[in-house]
T-cell receptor, first 114, second 115 residues
Framework: DQQVKQNSPSLSVQEGRISILNCDYT??????FLWYKKYPAEGPTFLIS?????DKNEDGRFTVFLNKSAKHLSLHIVPSQPGDSAVYFC?????????????FGTGTRLKVLA | NAGVTQTPKFQVLKTGQSMTLQCAQD?????MSWYRQDPGMGLRLIHY???????DQGEVPNGYNVSRSTTEDFPLRLLSAAPSQTSVYFC??????????????FGPGTRLLVL
């Protein structure tokens, strides 16, 4: 049973436009959400996170939105750049009692076209 | 700081062979984890440890064994390799809970092929 779902395996966006990556979850106990970025032949690297007490968190070109009632989060990248081409994973955790257990989604491959 | 290191980078095994994937971190992190990445399956947690001497199972523990005798090292053992264990394996480490601040770092991965 997939608790964290990324239903779009791939996404292509023109350089300079907005990229929107989506993630849905089923476990209402999740209260911390993260996005990781992964380039080929490298380990994932942390991008941005949000706790359940917020509905938005920004870091430069990256913004994560959380809709708790819909159990949905999204990552917005504006403007998209060719260097953003990578696989993006969302992950969720139950907070202090489960911080060592991140559940990851299946990933979305983003391709930014120059 | 080297961060999280993994060896080997690539390994080919025959069905039934055993081997150990090494993971080490030099950040004095309490928590360490092993994940496997398969096409269409994302990153799945195999085993994790919250400190030296303490380990627990993740989502897909069968066929794997771990131990944590030191803070720095967290080896993953394949007891009898099967083709279904062909995957890319990532080790990760992080600090204990410090509020909603992400501190997890991943190693570069070990690509394993079981024939």
């Amino acid at each position: 049973d997939q608790q964290v779902k990324q239903n779009s395996p791939s996404l292509s966006v023109q350089e300079g436009r907005i990229s929107i990556l989506n993630c849905d979850y089923t476990n209402s106990m999740f209260d911390y959400f993260l996005w990781y970025k992964k380039y080929p032949a490298e380990g994932p690297t942390f991008l941005i996170s949000i706790s359940s007490i917020k509905d938005k968190n920004e870091d430069g070109r990256f913004t994560v939105f959380l809709n708790k009632s819909a159990k949905h989060l999204s990552l917005h990248i504006v403007p998209s750049q060719p260097g953003d081409s990578a696989v993006y994973f969302c992950a969720a955790s139950e907070g202090p009692s489960g911080t060592y257990k991140y559940i990851f989604g299946t990933g979305t491959r983003l391709k930014v076209l120059a | 700081n080297a961060g999280v290191t993994q060896t080997p980078k690539f390994q080919v095994l025959k069905t039934g062979q055993s081997m150990t994937l090494q993971c080490a971190q030099d950040m004095n992190h309490e928590y360490m984890s092993w994940y496997r990445q398969d096409p269409g399956m994302g990153l799945r947690l195999i085993h994790y440890s919250v400190g030296a001497g303490i380990t627990d199972q993740g989502e897909v523990p069968n066929g794997y064994n771990v131990s944590r005798s030191t803070t720095e090292d967290f080896p993953l053992r394949l007891l009898s390799a099967a083709p279904s264990q062909t995957s890319v394996y990532f080790c990760a480490s992080r600090t204990s809970w410090t509020g909603y601040q992400e501190t997890q770092y991943f190693g570069p991965g070990t690509r394993l092929l079981v024939l």
